[in-house]
């Protein structure tokens, strides 16, 4: 190994292992690396420069919005209204509690755009819910944990936009379309699980089956926190606006719908709402910066084009060199937050992934695919914690409820990376790639 990449992967893991801040860590590990090849002064100005040039993208402008819009959705009673017409659905089938949240946590995701929204919001109302009515606590946490990660492929999505940028400038109109058949066949995968649970423990549906009357104004009263995935997706594609104009009409949709139709959330939160969306932001900034920096010494250093080679000789037969690929991300996802492993990994398995014959697209789907299973993996699964916390368990109790749900993950997985149709064929049928 070049002893370059040596220094930065032994600094970045001994950082990590400290709990230094991941974009600390980052950032100490990229200058010292650095300081191998220039000197002080230079170094340290070539690390601000690079970290300053990472943000400084106008379709970056598009992830604050997002942000604040998905906070204002989740203060404004959309959770509970998204849980709400998910039961008149099929919250009475057998097992229907599991299958509702499994759907919440899907329109939820996409419409606030973060899996942790996603998880207490959804999981918060659905867990004890679920407790209630004789399912297993650690099963209806380990299914919250899982399906709050549909919503990072179903867009709008600001992990898909990160690879857009990350990729050298994929269409995100595009990768948002591919999204949606990987995130609906991730929901669909664990939904399989949920059955045979449902059937295996004989889990109950809802109590009472809803009138149909009252099921009617339940769906309806959702119908408007849906549209907001229609006005995003649908002015972009249209042509109407660019997604950072799509995530300033997020922002106004929600400020409406939360304000003005449902009136949940009041004037006096607004300033909260807006401070928690500046450190979100700002966390994911930093990130974002420090980690650009890292992929510029990595391409400094030739250590993409290094390890693009050896997986190029280890095998000839592309089958088994994306499964190898697959195994590193889901590694990676275990240990490190998404947005500074799209930025550094992209660059470095993208090249073996076209010298495969695999479009960015195709790839960016299987990267984003495989990063959220590792929110939900041990030992630094961010959801996964989150929903223990909701569920008031441990890690080790929820685990192994969990085993069944990364295997029906990993095959979905599995059948975006080796079949394009799934994350190509909407994006080609509306003529975007």
């Known amino acids: 190994m070049d002893f370059a990449a040596l220094v930065l992967i032994v600094t970045f893991a001994i950082l990590l292992f400290l709990h230094v801040p991941i974009a600390f860590s980052i950032g100490i590990a990229t200058l ?25 993208s106008f379709a970056l402008l598009a992830i604050p919005f997002f942000i604040l819009s998905g906070l204002i959705m989740g203060r404004g009673g959309i959770a509970h209204r998204l849980i ?12 229907g509690l599991a299958f509702v949240n499994v759907v919440s946590c899907m329109l939820f995701g996409a419409i606030s755009g973060s899996a942790a929204a996603a998880t207490s919001a959804i999981g918060g109302f659905m867990i004890p819910e679920m407790k209630k009515e004789g399912y ?63 059937k295996r423990w004989n889990l109950p549906g809802a109590e009472q089956r809803i009138p149909l009357k009252e099921a009617v104004v339940k769906i309806l009263d959702a119908i408007p926190s849906l549209l907001l995935i229609v006005l995003v997706i649908g002015g972009i594609l249209a042509g109407i606006f660019t997604p950072t104009e799509a995530g300033v009409m997020a922002v106004l949709y929600s400020l409406i719908l939360a304000m003005g139709f449902y009136r949940e959330v009041k004037l006096k939160e607004l300033p909260e709402i807006l401070l928690k969306s500046v450190e979100t932001t700002a966390i994911v900034m930093l990130l974002i910066g420090t980690s650009t920096a890292m992929a510029w010494i990595l391409a400094y250093e030739n250590i993409p084009q290094t390890i693009s080679a050896g ?26 937050d998404m947005t500074p492993a799209v ?15 695999m479009s960015p697209l195709h790839f960016g789907i299987m990267l984003v695919m495989n990063l959220s ?6 030992p630094v699964g961010s959801v996964l914690f989150l929903s223990c916390a909701v569920a008031r368990t441990s890690i080790a109790k929820i685990i192994r409820p969990m085993i069944p749900m990364y295997l029906a993950m990993i095959a979905a997985l599995l059948l975006v990376t080796y079949v394009p149709w799934f994350s190509e064929a909407l994006p080609k049928m509306l003529g975007l790639y």
Request: hydrophobic share 60%.
């Open 32 to 56: 010292l690396t650095m300081l191998l090849t220039i000197d002080m002064a230079p170094a340290i100005q070539t690390l601000a420069q690079r970290l300053a040039g990472g943000i400084n």
């Open 84 to 95: 709400e017409a998910s039961k008149a659905l099929i919250g009475t089938l057998p097992g």
């Open 136 to 198: 297993d606590n650690d099963f209806s946490a380990a299914i919250t944990a899982t399906a709050a990660t549909t919503g990072l492929l179903i867009p709008p999505s600001n992990i898909l936009i990160i690879y857009a940028i990350a990729s050298g400038g994929i269409s995100i109109a595009a990768l948002f379309m591919a999204g949606y058949l990987p995130g609906i066949l991730l929901g669909l995968s664990l939904m399989a699980v949920c059955a045979i649970f449902a």
């Open 311 to 336: 997986l190029l000789t280890l095998s000839d037969n592309p089958l088994i060199i994306l499964l190898i690929i697959n195994i590193a991300l889901l590694i990676v996802g275990a240990f490190m």
């Open 343 to 357: 930025l550094i990994f992209t660059p470095i398995f993208l090249p073996v992934a076209v010298e495969l014959g």
């Open 373 to 378: 299973i590792g929110l939900c993996t041990p």
